[in-house]
RNA sequence: GUGAGUGUAGCUCAAUGGUUAGAGCACUGGACUGUGGCUCCAGGGGUUGGGGGUUCAAGUCCCCUCACUCACCCCA
């Protein structure tokens, strides 16, 4: 067999690696001006845990999870999603407690064993948050500001915040009787999934792209119309900040997640520029999986975002930025045994510095230095060798000066610092 | 899990069933023997995804298989 990736994953090349980075720069400093603390929490964990936060009936438990058993028949699951492992640590290790704000993000693989398609892998990166210990509405406007900010930051224009309520555990009950008496007149027009769905959880059936579905379901209750008072105020208060923040937004009474533990306010940032996978970033409110998961009651909210989404996104007048200052091109064996020492002197002053190593022509190592993108190339042949110095070329403005050798690293960081400012 | 499309050089793609499978880009060298981007010339690079079949002859037709892509489903 010819060895190759796995089915679903890909390679992230170095020509590409630089938008990874700059998402991950952007995101850790606005997560951080927003009090979120940076958690690493391992890629597997007991599949009991996903079972009982993600849901039982969801899609992923049912189908997409990489579930196995270790050597000793220990049932482990590679985490489809960050928000359980999260929680999980933060109930082991005591970080919650009521009343006081704790906030937490990470970034990382996540897998699902799903068809691949466009924007779709079976291992793929996400950068989630999560806020625990307020069930304030300002803490929801919060985070979805903050990732209005965030996608501003990135360039990432052309998306469509969009945002709903599911209800809490007192009224979501009562909607979902409401939703399901209505389909249950309507059956014989659903697609056999949403027939499917109408028994597990009749709120995605107000999801299905099935235009017949669609159709059946236009008329079906809207969940705002169902939820209790304060989930109501709650929404309401959402909105306002939301509207004062100036963030843009659009209700969607049909946005349903597909994790069980949602409750309250959720929300999707999706684009119409990816194909059919739209969603780009996607959260909610989760009050009652830390005590689902044997926590006291803390309420939580959090949000994840696909990098691979994200870098897709990205302008594309965005450039990889340079990797080299200066390219050496010595001539001659003399030469390129000085070009060591002047590389070594280079990079423990912090510039980046490269060069040829073999015997090759002026032209092929200035053809190099242009390939990589060097902002300087340093020649020394034996004219400069006899004299002490190195000629450095501007490759931009093509000016040479002939620099000291034994000045040359202070002289060529002089140099850079003025390119840069 | 289902459906459709596509597999030929590192990349993008040509090649009526018929000679030794080509081109552009990229790479290397040269024209310019010490100066990058443009131009021109030359060179290296292929188990035509894999296996089987039909045929005098298969990159081309048939079957199987694998992979990729897109879509359904679902989601970040």
């Keep these: 067999m010819k060895i190759r990736a796995v089915t679903g994953v890909k390679d992230i090349l170095p020509e590409e690696i630089w938008k990874w980075r700059f998402i991950e720069e952007v995101s850790r400093k606005t997560l951080e001006e927003y009090g979120f603390a940076e958690i690493r929490v391992p890629l597997f964990e007991y599949t009991e845990l996903f079972l009982r936060s993600i849901g039982q009936t969801s899609d992923i438990v049912e189908k997409e999870m990489y579930t196995f058993e270790d050597s000793k028949g220990?049932?482990?699951?590679?985490?489809?999603?960050?928000?359980?492992g999260v929680v999980r640590a933060c109930i082991e290790h005591n970080l919650i407690s009521a009343p006081s704000m704790e906030k937490f993000y990470y970034m990382g693989a996540m897998f699902r064993h799903e068809r691949p398609q466009k924007g779709r892998y079976r291992q793929f990166f996400q950068i989630g948050a999560e806020a625990f210990g307020s069930e304030g509405p300002q803490v929801d406007a919060e985070i979805i500001s903050m990732l209005h900010l965030l996608m501003d930051r990135l360039g990432i224009r052309d998306t469509v915040i969009e945002i709903n309520s599911l209800g809490c555990s007192a009224c979501r009950p009562e909607y979902r009787k409401a939703l399901k008496d209505f389909l249950g007149t309507k059956l014989d027009l659903l697609c056999s999934d949403c027939r499917r769905r109408?028994?597990?959880?009749?709120?995605?059936?107000l999801d299905c792209k099935n235009p017949a579905c669609k159709d059946a379901a236009v008329n079906a209750p809207q969940g705002m119309t169902c939820l209790c008072g304060s989930c109501m105020t709650h929404f309401e208060s959402v909105k306002e900040f939301?509207?004062?923040l100036g963030v843009p937004f659009k209700f969607n009474g049909r946005l349903v997640r597909g994790l069980d533990y949602y409750t309250r306010t959720t929300f999707e940032i999706t684009t119409?520029?990816?194909g059919a996978q739209n969603a780009v970033a996607a959260g909610g409110r989760y009050d009652g999986l830390v005590e689902d998961l044997g926590g006291t009651s803390i309420p939580g909210i959090g949000f994840a975002l696909g990098m691979e989404r994200m870098a897709a996104l990205l302008p594309e007048e965005m450039q990889r930025p340079n990797r080299i200052d200066i390219y050496l091109a010595p001539l001659g064996a003399e030469a390129r045994r000085r070009a060591l020492l002047l590389l070594h002197g280079l990079r423990s002053r912090g510039i980046r510095a490269e060069s040829e190593y073999q015997e090759r022509s002026l032209k092929s190592q200035m053809r190099q230095a242009d390939k990589i993108g060097a902002a300087f190339a340093g020649i020394l042949g034996e004219n400069e060798l006899a004299r002490g110095v190195l000629l450095l070329r501007d490759m931009q403005s093509k000016v040479q000066t002939e620099v000291p050798l034994d000045q040359a690293v202070e002289k060529v960081w002089e140099q850079i610092l003025k390119v840069h400012t």
């Design 74 to 84: 220990v049932n482990i699951s590679l985490r489809p999603e960050g928000t359980a």
């Design 242 to 244: 939301l509207t004062e």
């Design 198 to 205: 109408y028994e597990v959880n009749p709120l995605r059936v």
């Design 272 to 274: 119409d520029k990816l």
